[in-house]
């Protein structure tokens, strides 16, 4: 322990109450309730802070510790240096926690998991409860499989639950045997719309040791759009399952100090432009200027024009800036959502005077240091699209036609079908987390692998004639497959939303229809939209359109628009055609959409309808009719526009807050088909041997009260000898499921037909499956395997399984068990950037399942750095400068590693010694190999997960 960390220690007193260093504790009275406070303004320098840093100084403040948070964090973070490297390490706190259904079934399996070890150890299973309250929304789970009829929404849930009622038990266990965790059934809403709308309280009040506290309402997600809640003034961002976990059992989340990126907005948005117009535009230029790990902070006057719902979009799309945050302050127009959307006067007022006594409140004549700066004048945006692969390639609308035509040579006759089984896996169509900011790369690379194997020019046009029900017509490249408004990102806004409905009232008068090949869905993110579309008159519009709702979740955004009509669909893939999908959604890269789509676009939801109405993105708005009227005139797209003060109009007189009272009054309880589930009951969760949806892991097995000390680790293995920026996509399982692979096999064997496999998404509860996927990904490249097939290596989840003579090929999981079997520890080796990409829990489970002990890589991403250590696995770098390639590791040595278990005398050694032995497999006249690496164990608090055996046993010990 340092200095600070020892003398701020002393300063605990004997009831365990935080350290207060600054003298930053105080009181805060808010109509008669008294509230304990924090003062950020105690600490030097905090006034000139962003206001993003500022609520990360209050949440350092009130968790000081002077063990894992200390002074001198606090000191540094209130002497923040904006154009500084970020390379100060703080132990953020959230006060909450938000899933979704897919990645949060593990983490829920996680805890049930730690009741029956808790209940095994003697202590009381009932112990075991989320620290800082959990809420999962399950909204990731229903396909728009059927549409376009007014029974698809009630056929859709029914499907639903079908595929997923053993998932949809477990998770309603849980939301009774828990404290603290709170489940929102099907059918009610996207997770990030519910978030703003209901769960968010912008100031969060808790009693803590006897005393009622007010702080900023903070929070990790299990998704990357977790970022919309930015757009209320609340701090929040997505991370992996680990994390989240950790975070529900109240422990903190390591980050650096990061870089602020101020955002100034000037001017207004001009009439014809939506808000998905603005966040397109933001989109591109924040990508270009490059905030990839740092926070964006909006400011200036302009900000008072944006509306809440325009704010929510724009954090929403954060993940797509390549930001961890974008992040709008709190102001007027904060608490007027507050109290549209029914909240409370208490609450609102709690905020007001909160923010305003502790600095955090707008003022838009104060400019905080900035990092960077950048400014958008709204005035001169102009209606745009982004396609056809990424979010961040905006194209202005009026030349997307023209655009369309550049892009489509890059599509047009070529066979996908070899590329997309090579990419099987990794870049799933309904990716349950989704890219972050460092995927892009990954999945740029992806769109060039296509392209490069395109096999011959493109042919402009492929005129392909379909009948379906007696309906004949002509599809062709650019046909407009699907048409979708769903997904967050807009659904969330009345702006776009009414200005949608009024364009569909405005055709459906004129006569104008949706074409027959167009697959049109409408998914809002929460019910409040369908009332407030009744309510306006607009419902039989969209519907005469085809735009009947489908379901209330992530639908089309993340792979769920269910298949085209059989039709349709054997027209595409015989013939080849590059047909597109156009979503109000976030996420459009190539693959993700549908597997007969090619380009995908997102688009505002007016535009939608119009491409619905177009039936082709070979389509220029400006000169084409999109149909006749009643009277045999053209009808453009200026026609059916709706005016802006129409638009408002009606927002005005169609949202009430008794509708956002009335859908969120009983939003846990669920419909019949949710209460009418068969539900285990008790403490302990009852597992189901014969279930391959939800498996009890074996991370507590063996455990006792106390903990085993640390060993060194001797004879290991390599079981994968890895290149540079190796990520988590590359590690953790995703996407379908092949019935060659270890996990198809395990599926088969447990009688699930081939295709009833699922996805590794909807089996994240089940260990059994992810480990088998686990450095599965088909474009690993593992160095063991360079020799193989005539020298040019082998890709795939494949390594040398050295437990047998001649070392042959094998796959990953097939050499772990046997490994296992014969108590061989194993290693990974790795090069610069290992465990890049998105935060993905089963990364680093995986890796711990297999058997793996140390990872020693040149350099690691942070956060799975930290994943490793909460599973136990030790994380250990190369010597500055070295590679496994100059020190003649080639993967077939011995490796021994010796200084690891100086961690038991409660310190953390600085380096520990490896030996790497030749061993039977290795080159003649090989010579031991020995180095001393770096332990990449930063803090005390990981330290103490890694002689726990990893965070969930820390935890566990501490309950009991």
């Not at 304990?36 to 802070?49: C, H, M, N, Y």
């Not at 953790?732 to 447990?750: Q, V």
Request: contains cysteine.
């Amino acid at each position: 322990m340092d200095h600070d960390s020892e003398e701020t220690a002393k300063m605990v007193d004997e009831q365990g109450t935080a350290v207060d260093s600054f003298g930053a504790k105080s009181a805060l009275t808010v109509g008669g309730t008294e509230y304990q406070i924090f003062r950020i303004a105690k600490v030097p320098g905090s006034e000139k802070l962003p206001f993003s840093l500022k609520v990360l100084l209050e949440n350092l403040l009130r968790t000081e510790d002077g063990k894992n948070v200390t002074k001198s964090q606090i000191e540094a973070l209130g002497a923040w240096q904006p154009q500084a490297e970020p390379d100060t390490e703080i132990q953020f706190t959230p006060a909450r926690v938000v899933m979704q259904d897919f990645t949060g079934v593990p983490c829920i399996v996680d805890l049930a998991t730690m009741r029956e070890a808790v209940s095994t150890l003697g202590g009381d299973p009932k112990k075991v409860n989320p620290l800082a309250p959990a809420e999962l929304v399950i909204d990731h789970s229903v396909i728009a499989d059927l549409f376009g009829t007014e029974n698809a929404f009630e056929r859709n849930v029914e499907l639903e639950y079908e595929r997923n009622g053993e998932r949809y038990q477990f998770l309603r266990w849980g939301q009774t045997a828990f404290d603290d965790f709170k489940v929102v059934p099907p059918g009610t809403g996207i997770v990030h719309q519910v978030n703003i709308e209901y769960l968010a309280r912008v100031t969060y009040t808790r009693e803590v040791g006897g005393v009622l506290q007010a702080y900023p309402d903070t929070l990790v997600g299990t998704d990357s759009h977790t970022t919309m809640v930015n757009g209320l003034g609340v701090l929040g961002w997505g991370v992996g399952g680990i994390e989240a976990e950790a975070a529900m059992l109240g422990q903190p989340v390591s980050m650096l100090i990061p870089k602020v990126v101020g955002f100034k907005l000037t001017g207004a948005i001009p009439t014809g432009v939506t808000a998905t117009d603005v966040v397109l535009t933001i989109t591109q230029m924040l990508r270009k200027h490059g905030v990839v790990g740092k926070f964006v902070e909006f400011y200036g006057a302009g900000v008072a024009e944006v509306p809440l719902a325009n704010r929510a979009t724009i954090g929403n799309m954060s993940p797509e800036f390549g930001s961890t945050a974008a992040i709008f302050p709190i102001d007027a127009v904060t608490l007027d959502y507050l109290r549209q959307t029914g909240r409370s006067e208490k609450q609102i007022t709690l905020v007001e005077e909160y923010s305003q006594a502790q600095g955090l409140w707008h003022d838009p004549e104060l400019e905080p240091a900035y990092s960077e700066y950048i400014e958008l004048d709204l005035s001169t945006v102009v209606p745009s699209i982004a396609g056809p692969r990424r979010p961040q390639d905006r194209i202005e609308l009026s030349r997307a036609k023209t655009q369309f035509e550049a892009d489509l040579d890059d599509y047009a006759d070529q066979d996908l079908s070899m590329v997309d089984a090579a990419v099987e896996g990794t870049f799933p169509a309904s990716d349950p987390i989704g890219f972050t900011a460092q995927d892009e790369d990954s999945a740029h690379a992806h769109s060039h692998t296509r392209h490069h194997v395109s096999a011959a020019p493109s042919t402009a046009t492929k005129p392909t004639e379909v009948s379906v029900d007696g309906t004949t017509f002509t599809l062709d490249h650019g046909a407009v497959a699907i048409a979708a408004i769903t997904s967050c990102t807009n659904t969330s806004n009345p702006s776009v939303m009414l200005a949608a409905g009024l364009l569909a009232r405005n055709a459906h008068q004129k006569g104008l229809t949706a074409k027959p090949w167009v697959k049109t869905t409408l998914a809002p993110g929460s019910k409040v939209v369908t009332d407030y579309y009744a309510k306006a008159g607009l419902t039989s519009d969209l519907e005469a359109l085809g735009f009947y709702t489908v379901g209330y979740g992530c639908t089309t955004c993340i792979g769920n628009s269910g298949p085209l009509l059989d039709e349709i669909s054997a027209a595409v893939n015989e013939n080849d055609l590059a047909v597109t999908a156009v979503l109000s959604g976030n996420r459009n890269f190539e693959g993700r959409i549908n597997p007969d789509v090619k380009m995908n676009y997102l688009a505002s939801p007016p535009l939608v309808i119009a491409y619905a109405l177009a039936g082709s993105m070979n389509f220029d708005f400006e000169v084409d009719p999109l149909g006749q009227d009643q009277d045999g005139n053209d009808v453009f797209l200026k026609d059916i526009w709706p005016d802006a003060g129409e638009v408002q109009k009606t927002i005005d007189e169609s949202i009430s807050t008794e509708m956002f009272t009335k859908e969120y009054g009983a939003v846990f309880d669920g419909d019949e088909r949710w209460t009418s589930l068969p539900t285990p009951t008790g403490d302990v969760f009852e597992w189901n041997d014969a279930s391959t949806y939800v498996r009890k892991p074996p991370y507590f097995e063996g455990m006792t009260l106390e903990t085993t000390p640390v060993a060194d680790i001797a004879g290991a293995r390599v079981l994968a000898k890895l290149g540079d920026s190796v990520t988590t996509d590359h590690i953790s399982p995703a996407g379908s499921i092949k019935a060659d692979s270890p996990a198809g096999r395990y599926l088969l064997e447990h009688g699930v037909d081939r295709k009833d496999f699922n996805s590794y998404g909807s089996r994240r509860g089940n260990h059994e499956v992810m480990i088998r996927g686990t450095f599965a990904n088909i474009r690993l490249k593992n160095q063991l395997l360079a020799q193989f097939n005539g020298g040019s290596g082998v890709e795939g989840g494949y390594t040398r399984d050295f437990t047998q003579p001649d070392g042959p090929q094998a796959f990953i999981f097939d050499a772990s068990e046997n490994y296992q079997a014969a108590g061989v520890p194993l290693v990974i080796l790795a090069g610069k950037e290992y465990g890049s990409g998105s935060s993905r829990d089963w990364a680093a489970k995986g890796t711990n399942l297999l058997g793996v002990r140390a990872v020693i890589a040149e350099s690691f991403e942070r956060i799975h750095r930290s994943n490793l250590i909460g599973m136990g696995v030790i994380p250990l770098q190369f010597p500055e400068g070295r590679t496994a390639a100059d020190l003649g590791l080639d993967g077939t040595e011995v490796v021994s590693i010796s200084g690891i278990e100086a961690l038991n005398d409660g310190s953390t050694p600085k380096t520990v010694h490896v030996t790497a032995a030749p061993s039977e497999h290795s080159a003649a006249g090989r010579t031991p190999i020995e180095f001393d690496a770096v332990v990449r164990i930063d803090t005390p608090g990981e330290a103490d997960y890694y002689r726990n055996g990893g965070i969930l046993q820390y935890v566990l010990r501490s309950l009991v």
